[in-house]
């Protein structure tokens, strides 16, 4: 059976090599389940939008992930809905303007669409995208994302932001600060460090050479290993960063930003990237 193969960053060899802020090849690791001999991490198997929703991710989460909460209607969300009803999701969207402002995009979208204030949006999904500027995630609902997997898109405007010193001085991550306002809920990078566009243009089948890849960290296995098989669903494959204190690799004005690059290209681009810019 073919599999997803998913790069994860080896995050303890990566901290030995960080005295100049540059992670050497040595930090990465491949996992490949169908290698005997290779790392035993968990795998990914390749799955299509058929079943995706019918494999658990992981402890705690729900058997059927059907539908899809979305909060914040911008770029990145509007394109990831899209890209979700057409794969057979339900998706129901939020913004922080109100559902009517939101009702040329959901006759867009067709049946499988509604919209919904943030909080609503947040209980009816399966799982969550969190996909609104860096300085208002502290208006995201967190009881109604009790125990969900919340992929954070998320990237660090200090000229939209303002300045958040922790971000500046290296010490935190935006989705570590996404999951401490949400410590019930199991967050993961995921979306951040592509185009709005070419969400719904660069996918390919598994398998494709010179397939384009993207990244994702979490502290919950669980939470990376949907992002991936969401990935693998829109046309990509995944690179996994580790945990989310090392999530700022594929952030804003690092290599690793908005740039087309297969999983090789990637895992150099992360390993490249310093802590502080």
């Known amino acids: 059976m073919s599999t997803t193969r998913v790069t994860t960053f080896d995050t303890l060899n990566a901290r ?7 992670v050497g090849h040595s930090g990465w690791r491949e996992e490949n389940p169908a290698s005997p001999g290779r790392c035993s991490g968990p795998h990914v198997p390749r ?3 058929r079943n995706l929703r019918n494999i658990r991710a992981g402890a705690g989460v729900g058997a059927n992930m059907t539908t899809i909460g979305i909060i914040g209607a911008g770029h990145i969300g509007s394109q990831v809905a899209r890209k979700a009803v057409e794969l057979g999701y339900d998706v129901v969207i939020s ?3 109100g559902p009517e402002t939101l009702a040329e995009l959901v006759t867009e979208l067709g049946p499988r669409a509604r919209a919904a204030t943030p909080a609503e949006a947040a209980a009816a999904g399966d799982f969550a995208v969190v996909t609104l500027p860096l300085k208002s995630y502290q208006d995201i609902p967190a009881e109604p994302l009790e125990g969900k997997i919340v992929i954070d898109t998320n990237n ?3 000229e939209r932001d303002g300045r958040i010193p922790a971000l500046d001085a290296g010490e ?3 989705s570590g600060l996404l999951q401490k306002h949400l410590p019930t809920s199991k967050v993961a990078k995921g979306f951040n ?3 709005a566009k070419e969400i719904t243009s660069d996918g390919t089948p598994a398998g494709t050479v010179n397939r384009r890849a993207l990244a994702t960290a979490s502290d919950y296995p669980e ?3 949907l992002v991936a098989k969401l990935y693998d669903e829109f046309g990509f494959d995944t690179v996994n960063i580790g945990p989310l204190d090392e999530s700022w690799r594929a952030e804003r004005d690092r290599p690793a930003y908005v740039i087309r690059q297969n ?3 990637l895992k150099d681009n992360l390993a490249k990237a310093t802590r502080t810019i």
């Open 16 to 22: 030995r090599r960080r005295n100049s802020g540059v």
């Open 47 to 49: 799955v299509t939008h």
């Open 156 to 158: 660090y405007y200090w």
């Open 95 to 97: 913004n922080s303007r």
């Open 172 to 174: 935190a991550t935006t």
């Open 223 to 225: 939470a990376s290993e």
């Open 193 to 195: 460090h592509i185009m």
């Open 263 to 265: 999983a090789a290209e």
